[in-house]
């Protein structure tokens, strides 16, 4: 299947070898889909895991850097001289320090310098220091004398086209063409609607800001370079940071075993990456250079804003005619995919045989934005999801009917509309609105107070979640029958090292706490993508399987010949290896003389190609129930369910904790979350916790139900799961607005629906209680 | 990332005085809002005067006239906890506890709530606006949603204090001790407008501290609350906001005190609103009258029209509250 | 950020009468006083003052550090006494990551110079173990996957450990206030609930 590419990552990535053979699906399993604490909480939990942040290794020297504080300038000159003399500071970069003299890939073909004069967006670095602790770095810092040619700036993408706007790049402020998507014919299509509606819709920009601060710690050893990076995936800087340093990989070693959250902001490499290395070299020092919270609002991505405007058809009868959509985004300074993927659950989430997209992805003098949570799909269960409610209300049907009337059986927006795997939009949609008690809620009465409540219902799928080569795991085998699992994956705190651990546990009964698992080092485990896409389930949990197999045969070899019974005749019962057709005849896998003699079984696992000619998706169905207070905008979520088809459970607990996880952040979207630009200087006006508003624990319900549709997708992969983490935030949001129209009557097509959006139009339509 | 300083800590009152009477010396109380305004270079410092080796600063006591006398190093969450303050001044407990986060509230001190800074992202952002010394506003005409509709003139912040407008509703006085000596300033008095200096909030001249605030007895029949509006549920300053202290006997409102947080450049009294409820019942009809009579003079901006709205809904729910 | 030259730095003056008067205040054991190097103009910015010894009481131990006085209490923890539990997220209080115990009540170290935190118990994540045992809260943390990435975890357990101490047995509502100045951006705030509550009922058992 053609999978649009989400992520940046460069030059060929490396094919797995076909595995040797298929396992074939399990039937009945023992310790995968339990609820299981995480493997490394103990670590987590008790402050000995070391984050990359926390690194601190002798001698240390602290960086920090000077970042252009214009939307739209050139560096006229930067003096770093008097600088050089500060207490502490031993190195100062510039853009015209020859050892700074690196490129910067924005995407595969456009680059700046490192330190680059054009300074398209507030945060792009203009220097840096190393200085003996952070606190003398960022005085010299502050010291250093730039001048700068400052230019208008465009800052908002509603304004980018006009004429006379500021042009951003030479060519002007068009992303190359709008992208463009067709099937059937919309105006038939709306000819044969019954009702026809049209709305705008908007999204407002929204930052990852993980917990973890973006940067690392770089370390050289004569030519050999150790980053410990807060990342998503240590493979994907190595090979970055190697390419522009023109090193060989080898001698690049990226460690992020632990690390604080990314939510797609730390998929890539980044500039401070190189940042650190040079000022390491420079100084024969290693350098810690983490940025401040208030830079992560600036330059390590965004989810782009989205506006949005739907046309959609329907008949009485609930049939879906046509959905014609335009977008118009912008991924900031440079082509980063300001639009990418916004229309498609209007392509491909419902039935529907007319559609028409067009998006429109436009430069602003803004930071470039990254895949943030799956990439586009909020937004466009924004307006896909409320507009539905619209129809259904148009046509007098409840909306969860009308979603089930149009659930698809057949990708339509893949070529040659293949089917998926598996489709378990309905049972979400049916079996969460039964444990909401959507029927008996939705009747009741919206209060007589001034507080209103209301409920409300959104779906979505992702165009993901499938996983899919390469990914090569180890697996060891101790003579003791314990285990070493060995992978190159970060677990970004989706549960990743649990669920592995419980797939090695699941094939040869090792118990949970004697599996060792080393992961995310370039170094020492193997080659994994980055941890993203609601992928690395899917993605690694075979290759695990696969390798967890490659051991057991051989230990099956082994015991065979010990106990006198052919290899095919032999499974593992606890901690033996026991005949199928004699209980009896059974030994300790710790007494097998062959494994003492061997000292260690190897099993080596890749990831086998997807299914040809069918689609993987994952599915989900969310329902809220909200109060909202109509004297004052105030919306208060209490309660929300998320029905997922994700494939099958791997663990319960942290299956548990994706979906709560996913509610809240897009409660955030929902509720809370806008970047503001300053509209006469273009500066990012709330950079930092408290002006950027994500959700507390007084902001989310307690009463979050998880409700898994467990149904193992055998076409999928041998471990029959399908990716959760995206999809449990893409209808959140618009669960939410739905919600709210529910109990006071307003809709609210541009988030956040904060009260001081949400009073004025209660308000307006005099909808006050 | 914090500038180099020096740092001071008194061990009285006196020590501390002359120390802050000092160009480029600030004072210190829990130190929340100083050290971010550092970080952000709002302004500069040579020396950070701690007052927390300072005695008697701290704590909540009896006064001779009933009232109480809370020291201006009294943490918020001392304010908020379930004592007599709780008991005797409801709203003023209520709006330290709607005050930032926890952990805040367990370092920042109620008189240091009362003198911290505004909040205007201006402000503290790396804008020279006209309250660091600046030309302009940048509010005016940039993005001002969480601005002030009245009060404003030259600078449009609001002052970002709920336990202000709880003193000022309370006829509280703060006890200041400066290089000249003692002098006592009714709340109401304490906070100044743009019109008057747009460079600071409060009345407090160089090396003066706040050292009490002094709650007066209250009258039989007295109730308060403060409702609190933000956009998000914890830390957060307020949208709006009504601190409401009223006396109600035989069911008529005698006296009332209303002011307002979140939409002026200081706590903002509305008499106009007092009066539309004193000598009435409190019912739906008067709390309209006194909510409508609260947006009287209301100045609105490009981003913070929704304020009136907001705000009439937050007076009528605080006068319900205490009906 | 904030390239802003600070102003209000070129007032200060040589100070006789205040070196004067830190020789009186310097010499009683709580008086503590550092002076900030005084600037003469178009000179760099004069950095930091001299380094003072402090001597903090973390986990029942005393270190005692040389520090400058915009030292917070959070960078002395984990850069130089190399207690990392108590994390990073903002150095603004604004998000909790680094949330210590000061006398058994919460507060954010970033929001904390060093040397204010000088005559207190400080307790951070590592004090809550029991030896190499997860403590009450920690297990029922672990028992609730109260946590994704763990960054904000520490915090989030120091928090719970302060509002459990002042409130045994919360409910649900004071839960989330009390749980309200941390930040997940995982958004596990539901699984927190549960835990602290388990929590509640571990140190009850427990009889702490």
């Known amino acids: 299947m053609k999978t649009p590419k989400l992520y940046f990552v460069d030059g060929a990535v490396p094919e797995s070898p076909a595995p040797t053979d298929t396992p074939a699906p399990w039937t009945e399993t023992r310790v995968v889909g339990k609820s299981l604490p995480r493997v490394d909480a103990y670590d987590r939990l008790s402050g000995t895991a070391v984050y990359p942040s926390d690194v601190v290794l002798p001698d240390m020297l602290y960086a920090a850097v000077l970042r252009c504080p214009h939307a739209n300038a050139r560096v006229r000159k930067v003096d770093g001289s008097l600088v050089e003399r500060m207490p502490g500071v031993r190195a100062v970069i510039t853009g015209d320090s020859k050892a700074a003299d690196l490129r910067w890939y924005y995407t595969r073909t456009v680059f700046t310098k490192l330190f680059d004069p054009t300074c398209r967006f507030e945060g792009e670095a203009v220097a840096a220091v190393a200085a003996e602790t952070p606190q003398q770095a960022w005085d010299a810092v502050r010291a250093i004398t730039v001048e700068y040619e400052v230019f208008p700036f465009v800052a908002d993408e509603r304004k980018a086209l006009e004429p006379g706007a500021p042009a951003v790049h030479d060519g002007g402020n068009r992303v190359g063409e709008p992208e463009k998507y067709q099937r059937g014919d919309v105006v038939k299509g709306f000819a044969e609607a019954d009702k026809v509606l049209e709305a705008s819709y908007r999204t407002a920009a929204e930052f990852h800001t993980p917990m973890e601060l973006h940067g690392c710690v770089a370390r050289w050893d004569g030519k050999r370079l150790t980053l410990w990076d807060s990342t998503q995936g240590v493979y994907g800087v190595q090979q970055r940071v190697a390419s522009l340093l023109e090193m060989p990989l080898a001698n690049v070693r990226v460690i992020g075993s632990y690390m604080g959250g990314g939510f797609g902001s730390k998929l890539q490499a980044d500039k401070y990456n190189l940042i650190a290395a040079v000022l390491a070299k420079l100084t024969a020092r290693p350098v810690k250079l983490f940025l401040t919270r208030e830079e992560t609002f600036l330059c390590v991505g965004n989810r782009p804003p989205a506006g949005m405007r739907l046309k959609a058809g329907v008949k009485n009868d609930g049939t879906l005619t046509a959905f014609d959509l335009t977008v118009l985004g912008t991924g900031g300074a440079y082509p980063t995919g300001g639009t990418g993927l916004v229309d498609w659950l209007v392509r491909d989430l419902y039935t529907c045989p007319n559609v028409r997209t067009e998006a429109t992805d436009v430069y602003i003098n803004g930071g470039p934005s990254r895949p943030m949570r799956a990439p586009g799909h909020p937004q466009g269960a924004w307006a896909l999801e409320q507009m539905m409610d619209a129809l259904a209300e148009a046509i007098g049907m409840d909306p969860v009917q009308l979603r089930l009337k149009n659930v698809p059986t057949v990708s339509q927006a893949n070529e040659g509309q293949p089917p998926y795997t598996t489709t378990g939009l309905r049972q979400c949609l049916t079996e969460g609105a039964k444990a909401f008690g959507w029927d008996a809620v939705r009747r009741r009465s919206k209060g007589d107070g001034p507080v209103k409540r209301g409920v409300g219902v959104a779906a979505g799928l992702w165009i993901a979640g499938d996983g899919g080569p390469p990914a090569t795991v180890i697996v060891k085998l101790f003579p003791d029958g314990s285990a070493n699992l060995n992978m190159g994956a970060s677990d970004i705190g989706t549960g990743t090292k649990t669920v592995m651990a419980m797939v090695v546990a699941e094939e040869l009964g090792v118990p949970l706490e004697q599996i060792q698992i080393e992961n995310a080092d370039t170094g020492t485990t193997e080659y994994a993508t980055a941890s993203g896409g609601s992928k690395t389930v899917p993605t690694e949990a075979p290759a695990v399987r696969s390798a967890a197999l490659a051991v057991k045969r051989q230990l099956f070899e082994l015991a065979a010949e010990e106990l006198k019974v052919p290899a095919n005749q032999l499974y593992i019962e606890g901690d033996a290896v026991v005949s199928t057709k004699d209980p009896k005849v059974t030994k300790k896998i710790a007494a097998l003389q062959g494994l003492r003699r061997r000292g260690l079984l190897i099993g080596v696992g890749t990831r086998g190609p997807n299914i040809e000619g069918k689609v993987i998706n994952p599915f989900v169905a969310q329902f809220c129930e909200v109060e909202v207070d109509t004297r004052t905008g105030e919306v208060e979520v209490l309660r929300f369910l998320s029905a997922n088809d994700s494939g099958r459970v791997m663990n319960r607990l942290t299956y548990e904790n994706q979906v709560i996880g996913g509610i809240t952040m897009g409660i955030g979207l929902a509720l809370t979350e806008q970047r503001v630009f300053d509209r006469q200087t273009g500066k990012v006006v709330n950079r930092n916790w408290h002006d950027y508003k994500i959700p507390t624990a007084m902001d989310v319900p307690a009463d979050m139900t998880s409700l898994p549709i467990d149904v193992p997708d055998p076409e999928a992969n041998t471990t029959g799961a399908k990716g959760l983490g995206e999809p449990v935030t893409i209808p959140t949001a618009a669960a939410v607005a739905n919600a709210v129209y529910d109990a006071v009557g307003v809709r609210v097509t541009e988030s956040p629906i904060s009260p001081m959006r949400l009073i004025g139009l209660i308000a307006a339509r005099g909808k006050r209680g | ?323 | 950020m904030g390239h802003d030259q600070n102003d209000g730095k070129g007032g200060c003056p040589q100070g006789v009468s205040r070196r004067g008067f830190f020789t009186a205040v310097g010499a009683g054991a709580l008086g503590a006083a550092t002076l900030g190097r005084s600037q003469t103009p178009g000179a760099p910015p004069a950095g930091a003052a001299e380094p003072t010894k402090v001597t903090l009481r973390v986990n029942g131990r005393a270190h005692t550090v040389l520090a400058e006085p915009r030292w917070t209490l959070l960078f002395v923890l984990r850069e130089r006494l190399g207690l990392t539990g108590t994390k990073v997220g903002c150095e603004r209080g604004e998000c909790g990551a680094c949330t210590v115990l000061l006398d058994g009540t919460p507060v954010y170290a970033c929001m904390m110079l060093a040397l204010e935190a000088e005559g207190h118990e400080v307790t951070t994540l590592e004090g809550l173990m029991n030896g190499e045992e997860l403590g009450p809260v920690q297990q029922a943390f672990l028992q609730e996957d109260a946590f994704q990435c763990g960054y904000c975890t520490p915090g989030q357990i120091v928090a719970a450990e302060g509002l459990l101490r002042a409130n045994p047995q919360p409910t649900l509502e004071e839960i989330r206030a009390g749980m309200s100045g941390n930040l997940c951006r995982c958004g596990t705030y539901a699984h927190i609930f549960k835990a602290v509550k388990k929590a509640s009922e571990l140190k009850k058992v427990a009889g702490r």
């Not at chain 2, 939409?263 to 309209?288: F, M, S």
Request: charged residues 20%; aromatic residues 6%.
């Open chain 2, 1 to 323: 990332m914090l500038p180099g300083f020096g740092y001071a800590r008194p061990r009285n009152l006196r020590e501390a005085v002359h120390l802050l009477s000092a160009p480029g010396a600030r004072v210190q109380a829990g130190g929340t809002d100083l050290l971010g305004c550092l970080r952000d270079g709002v302004f500069g410092v040579d020396t950070v005067v701690s007052l927390s080796g300072v005695p008697d600063l701290r704590g909540i006591r009896r006064a001779l006239d009933g009232g109480l006398v809370v020291g201006a190093m009294t943490t918020l969450s001392e304010v908020a906890a379930p004592t007599d303050v709780v008991k005797g001044y409801p709203t003023l407990a209520q709006g330290a506890a709607a005050a930032a986060s926890p952990q805040l509230r367990n370092q920042g001190t109620i008189g240091g709530n009362i003198c911290q800074r505004p909040r205007c992202w201006y402000f503290r952002g790396d804008f020279h606006c006209a309250r660091k010394g600046g030309e302009k506003c940048f509010a005016a005409e940039g993005e001002n949603q969480f601005h002030c509709i009245f009060g404003g003139d030259v600078c449009f912040i609001v002052h970002p204090s709920d336990t202000a407008p709880a003193l000022v509703a309370l006829e509280a006085v703060v006890r200041i001790t400066g290089p000249n000596g003692s002098r006592s300033v009714p709340a109401e008095k304490f906070f100044i407008l743009p019109e008057t200096d747009y460079t600071r909030e409060n009345v407090l001249t160089a090396g003066e501290i706040v050292t009490e605030i002094v709650l007066p007895p209250q009258p039989a029949g007295t109730r308060g609350t403060y409702r609190k509006v933000r956009a998000r549920g914890s830390w957060d300053f307020a949208l709006a906001g009504a601190a409401v202290v009223a006396t109600i006997t035989a069911g008529k409102v005698e006296r009332a005190r209303i002011v307002l947080s979140g939409v002026a450049p200081t706590p903002w009294r509305v008499p106009d609103a007092e009066r539309a409820i004193v000598g009435r019942r409190l019912n739906k009809r008067t709390v309209r009258d006194a909510a409508a009579a609260a947006l009287k003079g209301a100045q609105t901006m490009s981003g913070n029209a929704y304020k009136v709205e907001l705000l009439r809904g937050t007076v009528e729910e605080a006068l319900l509250a205490l009906a």
